[in-house]
Antibody, heavy 113, light 107 residues
Framework: EVQLVESGGGLVQPGGSLRLSCAAS????????MHWVRQAPGKGLVWVSR????????NYADSVKGRFTISRDNAKNTLYLQMNSLRAEDTAVYYC??????WGQGTMVTVSS | EIVMTQSPDTLSVSPGERATLSCRAS??????LAWYQQKPGQAPRLLIY???TRATGIPARFSGSGSGTEFTLTISSLQSEDFALYYC?????????FGPGTKVDIK
């Protein structure tokens, strides 16, 4: 089955860190842009970050720039999002996506004391 | 940042009827526009990319049109599984941005 599976979400205190992973099965991530998109509870979709196929080109939403780092390991067929200095407003379901077409089911991140 | 708007907020449609959803960009995005469907508790599902190309496995009742700043998603004959939230999204400029969504519900 072709799928992306996110993991690493959970409850963290403000100022804390989490590392999200997105593992691919049945498909390859190499050669494709990969993205992280988030959705706060009851809210719309917001693009967070993207990374090119080789990992040399990354972009971030202003709201996470300097705090989040996207990376990938093509050998492991896995995408990552290192999230530091977390804030309450980072609370959301985080989805990974390959290009625009294949999305994971998401992992919930809750930032609260 | 390109701002995407969608109308209407909610569209009430009877099964079998046609639904027309609109999306507008604050500046030209050429044809770099996608449409997604999202159901509660699920990830977004790509329906249309490049403004008018159906994604793999998407039924022919879904069609997209437009370019520049004005776009339309048409569902020709609504099926029960089509009642959901629909988002447009531009990928012409970073940051990619989504519209706020149109909810299609049962009339």
């Amino acid at each position: 089955e072709v799928q992306l599976v996110e993991s690493g979400g959970g409850l963290v205190q403000p100022g804390g860190s989490l590392r999200l992973s997105c593992a691919a099965s049945g498909l390859t991530l190499s050669g494709n842009w990969m993205h992280w998109v988030r959705q706060a509870p009851g809210k719309g979709l917001v693009w967070v970050s993207r990374i090119n196929s080789g990992g040399s080109n990354t972009n971030y939403a202003d709201s996470v720039k300097g705090r989040f780092t996207i990376s990938r390991d093509n050998a492991k067929n896995t995408l990552y999002l290192q999230m530091n200095s977390l804030r309450a407003e980072d609370t959301a379901v985080y989805y990974c996506a390959r290009n625009l077409d294949i999305w994971g089911q998401g992992t919930m991140v809750t930032v609260s004391s | 940042e390109i701002v995407m708007t969608q109308s209407p907020d909610t569209l009430s449609v009877s099964p079998g009827e046609r639904a027309t959803l609109s999306c507008r960009a604050s500046q030209s995005v050429r044809s770099n526009l996608a449409w997604y469907q999202q159901k509660p508790g699920q990830a977004p599902r790509l329906l249309i990319y490049d403004a008018s190309t159906r994604a793999t496995g998407i039924p022919a009742r879904f069609s997209g049109s437009g370019s520049g700043t004005e776009f339309t998603l048409t569902i020709s004959s609504l099926q029960s599984e089509d009642f959901a939230l629909y988002y447009c999204q531009q990928y012409n400029d970073w940051p990619f941005t989504f519209g706020p969504g149109t909810k299609v519900d049962i009339k």
